[in-house]
């Protein structure tokens, strides 16, 4: 189809339909495949040069987790996660030269340029670069790290300091601390930047996401008082970062309500609209919505509680 809209249409039903059969493979305890179909529609889009790069870039991307949990009865946290993770993975390995031809002839080292072919030469090759490190394809990693060192831009920047953070590799994680301290030392006195550095961490999915933002909130950069601090770390990491704000133990919804009760006093507008993840609680397995429950009656019998909390937790707990 010739209709950039229907491609992409096309494109995300299908790559919603192969994420769902691989929910469904976890769920079963079988392994996750992706389906042919998917792969060779990826490949025809990589190799067809006559596409609009930019609608390329977005065609590539699979369905969010935020979608997907918005589109089942029931949220599966694990499930959601393992299939897409399992699907890029297996893409990338299907796909490796194909992606690898893409981020090469896209990434050019002409002058900064704000057009809209240059915006989407940029989209397209750190979608590229993010499946190539994601599947730890051979040199990837020395790209993204290039990319970081060379870039002439903001953008270009943060997507390879993104792929270093969530890269599983065993030999990304040195790299990707190094790389954020140096990152931070470079830019620590532009607040917009340092805000998108707390984002990139927070919103990181490996194990350990709840230690993470819990040694970031002792960080020089991080102030609880700063609305757009809150937002950047906590925010972020309990609406964006499901797998380990939805720990089965519970410890996610535990740290959320210890913010919530510290902000209560210093900012309820913040605190009432980071309260968002737990009101959530009617879509998640009986376990989940206990725990989340629970965690928004502790809130609901703090002393002093300000009118925006009791608001949103008294209407959410009405649900019940």
């Known amino acids: 189809d010739a209709d950039g809209f229907s491609r992409w249409d096309a494109c995300q039903t299908l790559a919603l339909e192969v994420v769902r059969d691989g929910m469904r493979a976890f769920r079963a305890g079988d392994d996750i495949v992706v389906d042919s179909l998917l792969i060779d529609a990826f490949r025809a889009i990589?190799?067809?040069?006559?596409?609009?790069?930019?609608?390329?870039?977005?065609?590539?991307q699979l369905p969010t987790e935020a979608f997907l949990s918005e589109v089942v009865d029931v949220v599966d946290v694990e499930a959601i996660h393992q299939s897409r993770q399992e699907i890029r993975q297996q893409l990338a390995l299907a796909l490796s030269s194909e992606l690898l031809a893409a981020y090469q002839s896209n990434n050019c080292d002409e002058p900064f340029s704000a057009s809209a072919d240059a915006t989407a030469q940029?989209?397209?090759?750190?979608?590229t670069l993010s499946y190539l490190v994601?599947?730890?394809?051979?040199?990837?990693?020395?790209?993204?790290?290039?990319?970081?060192?060379?870039?002439?831009?903001?953008?270009?920047?943060?997507?390879a300091l993104t792929c270093l953070v969530n890269s599983s590799a065993k030999a990304a994680q040195p790299l990707a601390q190094r790389s954020l301290a140096d990152f931070y030392d470079r830019w620590q006195h532009e607040s917009l930047v340092v805000n998108q550095w707390l984002v990139v961490q927070a919103s990181c999915a490996l194990p350990n996401g709840l230690a993470r933002v819990q040694q970031l909130m002792q960080h020089s950069a991080f102030d609880i008082k700063n609305p757009n601090k809150a937002r950047s770390l906590i925010?972020?990491?309990?609406?964006?970062?499901?797998?380990?704000?939805?720990?089965?133990?519970?410890?996610?919804?535990?740290?959320?309500?210890?913010?919530?009760?510290?902000?209560?006093?210093?900012?309820?507008?913040?605190?009432?609209?980071?309260?968002?993840?737990?009101?959530?609680?009617?879509?998640?397995?009986?376990?989940?919505q206990s725990l989340m429950r629970a965690a928004l009656q502790r809130i609901m019998a703090e002393p002093d509680l300000s009118k925006d909390v009791y608001e949103v937790v008294s209407k959410s707990l009405k649900q019940a």
């Open 46 to 60: 990589l190799v067809d040069s006559s596409l609009d790069k930019a609608m390329v870039a977005l065609m590539l």
């Open 122 to 127: 940029r989209s397209l090759k750190n979608v």
């Open 134 to 159: 994601h599947a730890n394809i051979d040199g990837a990693l020395n790209l993204a790290e290039q990319q970081l060192k060379s870039s002439s831009n903001m953008t270009d920047e943060m997507a």
């Open 235 to 288: 925010g972020v990491f309990c609406g964006n970062n499901s797998i380990n704000f939805h720990a089965e133990d519970g410890s996610g919804y535990d740290f959320l309500v210890e913010q919530i009760i510290t902000l209560n006093q210093l900012n309820p507008q913040m605190a009432s609209r980071l309260l968002t993840p737990l009101t959530k609680w009617h879509k998640y397995d009986e376990q989940r």
